[in-house]
């Protein structure tokens, strides 16, 4: 599996998952911060490559969508 941020937007590098990235990621959606917002950072994945990760990584998946689940609403 690769874990490389292969999407290229203007002006952003690409990102590769860690341990820390993910705790960082999960860590602001689970104080409800959207995932949209966090995306829009620098040094964080593009949303596609988040979802892919998501998809990847089920220890990780879980995390990234508990918030919405508890406010009963679809992650985003």
Do not use: Y
């Not at 590098?13 to 705790?23: D, H, I, K, Q």
């Not at 990621?25 to 990760?53: D, H, K, N, S, Y």
Request: net charge positive.
């Amino acid at each position: 599996m690769d874990n490389h941020d292969g999407g290229r937007s203007p002006g952003r590098r690409p990102v590769r998952f860690s341990a820390a990235l993910g705790r960082r990621i999960c860590l602001r959606v689970t104080f409800g911060e959207r995932q949209m917002v966090i995306c829009a950072e620098e040094g964080m994945p593009r949303r596609p490559t988040l979802w892919r990760w998501v998809k990847e990584m089920p220890k990780f998946a879980p995390s990234s969508r508990a918030p919405a689940r508890r406010r009963g609403v679809a992650a985003e």
